[in-house]
DNA sequence: TTAATTTACGTGTATCGTAAGGATA
DNA sequence: TATCCTTACGATACACGTAAATTAA
């Protein structure tokens, strides 16, 4: 068996099952997948996919079972490429970050400038999605971690490092009737037109649940993937705004008024994930312990988030 | 980099770093390792052993994480062989346990003859070992698993299935004056020659450890590997022996005396141990299956082991 | 018909074994 | 000196690419 075997084995799977499209991903010409297909089920005595004539359709049992041993396997060789490159290469590479817009606009930019600094042969990429696609990327190895908020915590495959915790503000223009109100209630928030973050996003679940515990109908007229967008709307006099209240920004925002939601959400806590099984380089180690100190440091200060408690 | 490269390396670690007996291990001329080694120092750009001269002396930090990895590489490599396996010879194949005398001896006769005859075509091999030799047998994939008492149970890699539990008993020879009397102290056995197993076996800490905690200094004339030794020197009349009470067989042991201790030490139990990432085929299941069963069967009967209740 | 896969065949590469040369205990 | 490792070299095997044949959509 033959490593290659098993890295077509996975590009067949991650193409849909396409042998064209799975050569072009390992700049192969198709035979030699082909080829590659035949000698491991060959070797295996069993067809690894299931096929309707030439085409391949989908993974068979025993498909499943080595697929799933195919990925340890890459993995691993993986790792060992990053040991080597640890020790050749040490502060040479690439970084590669799965995250929300909230984060990539918010909490990394210092973090970010700094890191550059110490390791200016550290080439940064940011990979932005929705959770559920974070979660993805960092499961399939295609960032070396992903900062979630939502992430499907009971995943034991995944190494969870609690980053920091953070709640929610209202934010409204200034003449609205809320503005100067104090202790606002769900009941307040239900009766002006909402706008908030897309379902499924940055820990909207949470706010959706908590209306409903308390039989509370909102009226979201608008929802957005990123705080901007929401802020911008409100500015628009759409509706009142829900955002994290990290997000709000006193010098830039000045023309809107933030009131804290803290008492009426749970709070939201964002981890860093990465498979369990995946080696980290040195550089890596070092962005998320500087990750780590930037929100213990200002997060503190501006009191909008802080370093989770668990 | 190639999975045969791999093999080399793991070859060479369990070789003692002997390139020579590792070629051997591998079916191949040592001239081919040196190759080999060179083209994966090369890849990686790093020496993975520490050399005196020619030869090799000791893994790098290097080539202990990629070591590490490789074996991962190879655990899920053999799954694979394994899973082909089950699809093209279902009920053909191997079943290595690693085990104890007592176990082989006293537990897994029925069991055995039972999953012979369901499986004709399986051939079984018993690897007998002190428990520590039998966790590295089945950490290195050499048994499929290991049934062991005194396993390393901090060890996160395995998974541990408990299957019985089992206390000591007494023996002696009908004449001698603890032959008669009732509730045995740990202070009478203090008294006599004691007869027991090997320290590091079977549970043995547990027993010097009570005595300790009793203050007590047994005397111990004779310490054995397997209940069988015991017995007959207790028959030679050289002391009294302990031993776990489901080695003592009514029929053939009726001429010695058999005393149960269970309320003087505390209850042992052994487990079945292997690697979390290892793919038991089918057959491998049912053993352990009807190994479970037979416990709970015969266990009760006898009185002498059961079902552990965690 | 078009797109996708298999099969046949030739080429280049890389691994293995032989054998000779150095280094260590 | 005996054991162990490296290097050079030739034979073999094998994976890849080209191209033609075969089969679904």
Redesign the pocket.
């Known amino acids: 068996m033959?490593i290659?075997q098993l890295r077509t084995l996975i590009a067949l799977v991650e193409s849909q099952?396409?042998?064209?499209?799975?050569?072009e991903k390992l700049?192969?010409?198709?035979?030699?997948?082909?080829?590659?297909?035949?000698?491991l089920e060959n070797e295996l005595g069993a067809k690894l996919f299931i096929?309707?004539?030439?085409?391949?359709?989908n993974l068979t049992s025993v498909g499943e079972e080595v697929f799933k041993q195919a990925l340890i396997v890459l993995s691993a060789i993986n790792n060992i490429h990053s040991v080597g490159k640890e020790y050749t290469e040490r502060d040479f590479g690439v970084l590669s970050i799965g995250t929300t817009h909230m984060q990539a606009r918010y909490i990394l930019p210092p973090v970010i400038k700094y890191f550059s600094q110490l390791y200016p042969d550290v080439e940064l990429q940011i990979h932005q999605g929705t959770p559920q696609q974070l979660v993805q990327l960092a499961m399939n190895y295609e960032v070396d971690f992903s900062m979630c908020t939502e992430a499907l915590v009971d995943n034991s495959q995944f190494t969870l490092i609690p980053c920091y915790q953070w709640n929610r503000s209202l934010i409204v223009p200034p003449e609205h009737p809320l503005a100067n109100k104090k202790d606002i209630s769900l009941k307040d928030l239900c009766d002006y037109p909402l706008i908030t973050y897309v379902a499924g996003f940055t820990g909207s679940r949470h706010v959706l649940q908590t209306f409903k515990a308390a039989k509370l109908q909102p009226h979201i007229v608008l929802s957005a993937a990123d705080s901007d967008i929401i802020k911008s709307y409100v500015r628009e006099q759409m509706g009142i705004g829900i955002i994290a209240s990290l997000a709000y920004d006193k010098t830039n925002d000045s023309d809107l008024k933030c009131l804290d939601l803290a008492k009426l959400f749970p709070w939201e806590i964002t981890r860093i994930a990465y498979p369990k099984d995946k080696y980290l380089r040195k550089y890596q180690q070092v962005f998320i312990q500087l990750l780590l100190k930037q929100v213990s440091k200002h997060g503190s200060e501006s009191g909008y988030f802080c370093l989770p408690e668990e």
């Open positions: 033959e290659r099952f396409n042998m064209s499209r799975a050569a700049n192969l010409v198709q035979s030699a997948l082909s080829q590659q297909l035949n000698r096929r309707k004539g030439k085409r391949l359709k």
